[in-house]
């Protein structure tokens, strides 16, 4: 007996296509750790943040003038120049691709180049972390707790406040910590140590959140690398234009252009605010 299976009609069968899957981007983190400065429209490709350094004020006898003594003091301003310069990718997605597919071609494809963006703009704000004079740590050690406390007090004895403080490692250093937290997954007591066994979130330490992405690159040297623990004001971020995804036709083409733009520059506002953190990785 013959049977009209599936098999038979399988050219009237549309075929089932599942949500489309991403490469894994990492989750976008510097943008909201850093000082962020908006540049308006015809303002230039320049931002200039006057910064200010510290002044000590002193002890006055009564009815002494301070002018020309020791609490006469010039106050002066510093300058950090953050310049704009445009970031972009591009393709074409062609009448029939659209056509043909079953998913969101075009939409698929902007949240890509939206990712892209801003993958670009965490990596350019973390190369910053080489630009800080001090450091704690060594290429030829692990990262521990010691480490973070370390830079916790070299920041803190520069008078950098824990309040909008953060630190960023790569994951591979990151494992390191949590590790010598959790006396290597045996597990310590204490709520911090318990919290890193359950989730794999290092936390707050010592007032400080940690944060590990993997765009903190080795420094040439494989498993070693230059993390940054630092204050908001240690970095800026000047955005003429956020992330944009523009669509033009090409009509010669049959074709779609999908264009992915923004309009950014970082860089080091205080250096005292900031400090490098450099580790090896056990695991590399």
Sequence with gaps: ?????????????????????????????????????????????????????????????????????????????????????EVGIMTNVTDLAMTSSASNVIADVGKLFGAAIAAKMD????????????????????????????????LRNAGVPTTGMACVVNPMVAYDLKSSMTGTFGGHAGDLSNEAMKTGYVGTIGGVAIYESSHVADNGTAGDFVGGMFHRDALGLALMSDISIEIQRNASMRSDELVATAVYGSGELFDAYGIKVTADSSIL
């Design 123 to 154: 990596k350019d704000l973390i190369a910053n972390f080489a630009n800080f004079s001090g450091n704690v740590g060594a290429a030829d050690a692990a990262l521990t707790a010691a480490t973070i406390f370390k830079g916790i007090a070299t």
């Design 1 to 85: 007996m013959a049977n009209t299976t599936t098999t038979t009609l399988n050219d009237l069968l549309p075929s089932i296509v599942a949500e489309a899957l991403f490469q894994a981007q990492e989750q976008s983190i510097m943008r909201n750790l850093v000082r962020n400065y908006a540049l308006p429209a015809g303002s230039g490709k320049t931002v200039t943040v006057p910064t200010y350094g510290p002044v000590t004020a002193i002890a006055v006898a009564e009815g002494t003038d301070l002018a020309g003594g020791s609490g006469d003091v010039a106050v002066s301003t510093g300058g950090a120049v953050l310049t704009v310069a």
